[in-house]
C-alpha cells in the first residue's frame, strides 16, 4: 500500500522559512521512474506545480518560486523535504506531495498517482 | 513554460448527463497529459494519464482523448459521485503546469 504525508506548521509569519516533510511508505524513492513532487493550492483556487526530486538527485522547480524553493531527499528514511524561503501571506495554501510515476514501458505515461492529504499552511503575522 | 486552459471553468449538469470538459496546450505536448479529479477537502485523485489510458480502479464512464494541443475528458453518463473539480495536467516539460480547473455542479 502506497501512502505518503505531509508534516510541518500549520502557522508561519512573514519572512520565515516554511518546512514541509513528505514521509512516504510503499515504494522507493530508488526506483528507476519514480519522484516525489510537491504541489500547493491556495483557498479556492487552482493546483501549482512547485518541485520534484528523484533518485539520482535530479531537481526541478518551478521558475517563478525557484529563488525561495529547496528540495532534498533522504531515501534511508523515504523522506522528501521542501523548504521555502521569505514566505507571504499569498503563499497561504494547502501543500501536498504526491509521487510521480513513469512506467519506462509505456509511451507518455507520467503521472501523479499518489498524493499526501495535504497540509493547510497559513502565512500570517 | 507551457500554459493549459480548460474550458469550460464551470459546468452545470443533471445526473444521466454526457459531458465534456476540454483542455488545451499552449505548445504541442504529445500525449503527456493527465486528468484528475478533486473533491472539497480532499486531495486530487488520478483518472486518466497518457491522455487516454483509465487508471486502474477508475469507471469507464471516464475517458480521455486527444493529442497535441487539445485533449478532452468525457463522462459518458454523470452519476452523484462525480460532482468535483477537474483538473489536467502535462508532463511534456518542466514546469508540470496544470489547468485552472472546472467545477462540475448539479442543475
Known amino acids: 500500500q502506497i501512502t505518503l504525508k505531509e508534516s510541518g506548521p500549520t502557522l508561519v509569519k512573514p519572512t520565515q522559512t516554511l518546512t514541509l516533510t513528505c514521509t512516504f511508505s510503499?515504494?522507493?524513492?530508488?526506483?528507476?521512474?519514480?519522484?516525489v513532487g510537491w504541489i500547493r493550492q491556495p483557498p479556492g483556487k487552482a493546483l501549482e506545480w512547485l518541485a520534484l526530486?528523484?533518485?539520482?538527485?535530479?531537481?526541478h522547480y518551478s521558475p517563478s518560486l525557484k529563488s525561495r524553493l529547496t528540495i532534498t531527499k533522504d531515501t534511508s528514511k523515504n523522506q522528501v523535504v521542501l523548504t521555502m524561503t521569505n514566505m507571504d501571506p499569498v503563499d497561504t495554501a494547502t501543500y501536498y506531495c504526491?509521487?510521480?510515476?513513469?512506467?519506462?514501458?509505456?509511451?507518455?505515461?507520467?503521472?501523479?498517482?499518489?498524493w499526501g492529504q495535504g497540509t493547510l499552511v497559513t502565512v500570517s503575522s | 513554460d507551457i500554459q493549459l486552459t480548460q474550458s469550460p471553468s464551470f459546468l452545470s449538469a443533471s445526473v444521466g448527463d454526457r459531458v465534456t470538459i476540454i483542455c488545451r496546450a499552449s505548445?504541442?505536448?504529445?500525449?503527456?497529459l493527465a486528468w484528475y479529479q478533486q473533491k472539497p477537502g480532499k486531495a486530487p485523485k488520478l483518472l486518466i494519464y497518457?491522455?487516454?489510458a483509465l487508471q486502474s480502479g477508475v469507471p469507464s464512464r471516464f475517458s480521455g482523448s486527444g493529442s497535441g494541443t487539445e485533449f478532452t475528458l468525457t463522462i459518458s453518463s454523470l452519476q452523484p459521485e462525480d460532482f468535483a473539480t477537474y483538473f489536467c495536467?502535462?508532463?511534456?516539460?518542466?514546469?508540470?503546469?496544470f489547468g485552472q480547473g472546472t467545477k462540475l455542479e448539479i442543475k
Open positions: 510503499g515504494f522507493s524513492l530508488s526506483t528507476s521512474g519514480v519522484g
Open positions: 495536467q502535462q508532463f511534456n516539460s518542466y514546469p508540470y503546469s
Open positions: 497518457a491522455a487516454s
Open positions: 505548445q504541442g505536448i504529445s500525449s503527456y
Open positions: 526530486i528523484y533518485r539520482n538527485d535530479e531537481k
Open positions: 504526491a509521487r510521480r510515476y513513469h512506467d519506462i514501458s509505456t509511451s507518455y505515461s507520467s503521472m501523479f498517482d499518489y
